[in-house]
C-alpha cells in the first residue's frame, strides 16, 4: 500500500513558476515509478509526467515538455513536478500517482492539489 499527499498549488501569475511535492507513505515507494496528472474544470484528466523508480526515465507530455520538469527523491519518499513557465492554461487538480512500471496502471492516487495561473 502507498499513500500518497500532494502539496504545493497555489495561485500565481502566468509566467510564475511553482513546484509541487508529493510525499508517500510505505517502504516500498522506491520501487514505483510515479506520475504526475491533472484535471482542468469540465475535462478529462489527462497525463502531465512520469518517473522512472530510478528516477533513469522520464517522460512528458508534448504540452509540458521543456517547462516542467519532474523528480523524485528516494531517500524522502517524495516526488516533485518544478513548474516553470506558467500559462493559464495549466490551471488544474494535480494529482501524484504511483504504479509498478512507468505507463503501467496507476494503483495509488493523491487527493490532488489545486494550480491556478491568472492572466
Known amino acids: 500500500q502507498v499513500q500518497l499527499v500532494e502539496s504545493g498549488g497555489g495561485l500565481v501569475q502566468a509566467g510564475g513558476s511553482l513546484r509541487l511535492s508529493c510525499a508517500a507513505s510505505?517502504?516500498?515507494?522506491?520501487?514505483?515509478?510515479m506520475g504526475w496528472f491533472r484535471q482542468a474544470p469540465g475535462k478529462e484528466r489527462e497525463f502531465v509526467a512520469a518517473?522512472?523508480?530510478?528516477?533513469?526515465?522520464?517522460y512528458y507530455a508534448d504540452s509540458v515538455k521543456g517547462r516542467f520538469t519532474i523528480s523524485r527523491d528516494n531517500a524522502k519518499n517524495t516526488v516533485y513536478l518544478q513548474m516553470n513557465s506558467l500559462k493559464p492554461e495549466d490551471t488544474a487538480v494535480y494529482y501524484c500517482?504511483?504504479?509498478?512500471?512507468?505507463?503501467?496502471?496507476?494503483?495509488?492516487w493523491g487527493q490532488g492539489t489545486q494550480v491556478t495561473v491568472s492572466s
Open positions: 500517482a504511483a504504479a509498478e512500471v512507468v505507463g503501467g496502471e496507476y494503483d495509488y
Open positions: 510505505g517502504r516500498t515507494f522506491s520501487s514505483y515509478a
Open positions: 518517473i522512472s523508480w530510478s528516477g533513469g526515465s522520464t
